[in-house]
T-cell receptor
Framework: DVKVTQSSRYLVKRTGEKVFLECVQD?????MFWYRQDPGLGLRLIYF???????EKGDIPEGYSVSREKKERFSLILESASTNQTSMYLC?????????????FGDGTRLSIL | GIQVEQSPPDLILQEGANSTLRCNFS?????LQWFHQNPWGQLINLFY???GTKQNGRLSATTVATERYSLLYISSSQTTDSGVYFC???????FGAGTTVTVRA
């Protein structure tokens, strides 16, 4: 079974802090994604990566950056955390072998910015 | 981007009932997936179904790509089916707002 592991289930940080959310997958997937989920809005894509050191902006990249130095790890960075970034953050991965494949999600990180 | 609309937003079922959830999308896609988010927040992939029909136990899904909609069927619902069901489409997986299903014993 595919395993997508997010480093923290719950996280509390202060306004202005630099925050790192880590995600690791164990299936050698090419694609990795970061979403945030807010009530009534579904999941919105922040960034995705289709290969090491490659990244593309999603629908709401402002205030975030990402890093993918190794294939199995995809990090989301809040450069200067703000209260409107309080949310549930979900990481996902998938493989792409000529056609789309099912996405697999981690358990999520519930981030509170005070 | 692709617009995804799910209906109904909320659904309350008695255990044993059948139901249909709908997903409409605004553009042709070659990637459509259904997910279930359980009450603990875990997202589970139910179906990868850009076209055609698939069945997995009491769940089945049909996508009519030419008419830009997909349906998820839940038969003989159980309390463990409660949660939020999401439809997601496209290469970057644009998500709908979800259908919240509550199954009562």
């Amino acid at each position: 079974d595919v395993k997508v592991t997010q480093s923290s289930r719950y996280l509390v940080k202060r306004t202005g802090e630099k925050v790192f959310l880590e995600c690791v997958q164990d299936m050698d997937h090419e694609n990795m994604f970061w979403y945030r989920q807010d009530p009534g809005l579904g999941l919105r894509l922040i960034y995705f990566s289709y290969d090491v050191k490659m990244k593309e902006k999603g629908d709401i990249p402002e205030g975030y950056s990402v890093s993918r130095e190794k294939k199995e790890r995809f990090s989301l960075i809040l450069e200067s955390a703000s209260t409107n970034q309080t949310s549930m953050y979900l990481c996902a991965s998938s493989t792409l072998t000529g056609r789309h494949q099912p996405q697999h999600f981690g358990d999520g990180t519930r981030l509170s910015i005070l | 981007g692709i617009q995804v609309e799910q209906s109904p937003p909320d659904l309350i079922l008695q255990e044993g009932a059948n139901s249909t959830l709908r997903c409409n999308f605004s553009d042709s896609v070659n990637n459509l997936q259904w997910f279930h988010q359980n009450p603990w927040g875990q997202l589970i992939n139910l179906f990868y179904i850009p076209s055609g029909t698939k069945q997995n136990g009491r769940l089945s899904a049909t996508t009519v790509a030419t008419e830009r909609y997909s349906l998820l069927y839940i038969s003989s619902s159980q309390t463990t089916d409660s949660g939020v069901y999401f439809c997601a489409v496209g290469s970057k997986l644009s998500f709908g707002a979800g259908t919240t299903v509550t199954v009562r014993a």
